[in-house]
């Protein structure tokens, strides 16, 4: 079965500090991938998503990038990460094939101080 | 489950027609919110209201919220041919609990 692993759970930095968010996903090839940012009482966020290892589409223009490095880890990274990018991150994967159902990680909670 | 029910599953219509989806819940939310999903692509969040609200317009989308019922209606007016998605409704319980529905495929036919 297929498994999606999100880590760290939780991570405070200060402001200006860089950040890096890991997700991997077990017992699937070629996954789509997503990244994003849940705001209590806000919604989900769409951040990047990604079809195949080097391909990202960003869906906002913000501090952070992304990358896939391999076919089932995606990476959340800043340089300098900003206050406004406190908040709770979830990384997600799809089939891309026959259905589009989505399925989501654990979450990180950042906050910047 | 607390996980929303769309209704239609799948909604077929012609370009300039209006489109009504339905969502139903089973328990008390904060609020509910609507997604579009391209085929493909990651959800992009559409229009949020909360438990206190019963009507929010956004543009072409008009959302209700009905909680005596526990349903929910998004309309999106003057539909496009780019309008052709897939819509969820989620219900959020508490910070960062989220129940996404079935989904309704809309197709907008030129």
């Known amino acids: 079965s297929q498994t999606i692993h999100q880590w760290p759970a939780t991570l405070v930095q200060p402001v200006g500090s860089p950040l890096s968010l890991e997700c991997t996903v077990e017992?699937?090839?070629?996954?789509?991938l997503y990244w994003y940012r849940q705001a209590a009482g806000r919604g989900l966020q769409l951040l990047f998503y990604s079809v195949g290892i080097g391909q990202i589409s960003s869906e906002v223009p913000q501090n952070l990038s992304a990358s896939r490095p391999q076919d089932r880890q995606f990476i959340l990274s800043s340089k300098k990460l900003l206050l406004s990018d406190s908040g709770f991150y979830l990384c997600?994967?799809?089939?891309?094939?026959?259905?589009?159902?989505?399925?989501f990680g654990p979450g990180t909670r950042l906050t910047v101080l | 489950s607390q996980q929303g029910e769309e209704d239609p599953q799948a909604l077929s219509i012609q370009e300039g027609e209006n489109a009504t989806m339905n969502c139903s819940y089973k328990t008390s939310i904060n609020n509910l919110q609507w997604y579009r999903q391209n085929s493909g692509r990651g959800l992009v969040h559409l229009i949020l209201?909360?438990?206190?609200?019963r009507e929010k317009h956004s543009g072409r989308l008009r959302v209700t919220l009905d909680t005596s019922k526990k349903s929910s209606s998004l309309l999106i007016t003057a539909s496009r041919a780019a309008d052709t998605a897939s819509y969820f409704c989620?219900?959020?319980?508490?910070?960062?609990?989220?129940?996404f529905g079935t989904g309704t495929r809309l197709t907008v036919i030129p």
């Open positions: 989620a219900t959020e319980t508490g910070a960062n609990n989220l129940f």
């Open positions: 017992g699937t090839s070629n996954p789509n």
């Open positions: 997600a994967w799809s089939d891309g094939l026959a259905t589009d159902t989505q399925y």
């Open positions: 209201i909360r438990s206190n609200e």
